[in-house]
């Protein structure tokens, strides 16, 4: 079990190293950010019914999606490069539906997303941290 689970992550880390470019100009490019903000926000929304079993997606992604709002907006200007533009190629992956397992299939199209994120935040971890540290001294503005 171990091999596949290390296999799925060795395929989606390439297809989302693939799409470096892409997330790179979305880095560059705040109104980008925010689309890609709204499109998560609604993908989220979207699997509401299924909150309780994909609770690390949407945890993982809420946090991503708070991270950049602030980012953006050029009150957190602390995030390393490469640490957004991971952020920003694990959303981009997370939107796709038809990534390695496409989204549509029934109890599994979802697990290479959830690999992918997972990946993603642990490899981040320490700027999530550092930004949740902050964030906890600033009031919410939405």
């Known amino acids: 079990m171990r091999r596949k689970k290390d296999h799925l992550l060795d395929r989606t880390r390439r297809k989302m190293e693939e799409s470096a470019g892409e997330a790179e100009d979305y880095a ?5 950010i925010w689309r890609l903000i709204n499109r998560a926000k609604e993908k ?6 299924h909150r309780s079993t994909f609770k690390n997606i949407v945890r993982h992604v809420g946090v991503f999606i708070q991270m950049l709002r602030d980012y953006s907006r050029g ?3 602390h995030l390393p490069w490469k640490s ?6 694990a ?3 997370f939107l796709n539906p038809f990534d390695i397992i496409p989204d549509f299939i029934p109890g599994i199209g979802l697990l290479d997303d959830l690999t992918l994120l997972t990946w993603v935040y642990r490899s981040v971890e320490g700027d999530v ?3 949740l540290a902050w964030e906890q001294g600033v009031d919410e503005i939405d």
């Open 28 to 32: 560059r490019n705040p109104g980008k």
């Open 44 to 49: 989220l929304m979207e699997m509401e019914d």
């Open 75 to 77: 009150y957190y200007p």
């Open 84 to 89: 957004l533009t991971a952020i920003i190629g």
């Open 91 to 93: 959303l981009l992956y």
């Open 129 to 131: 941290e550092n930004y």
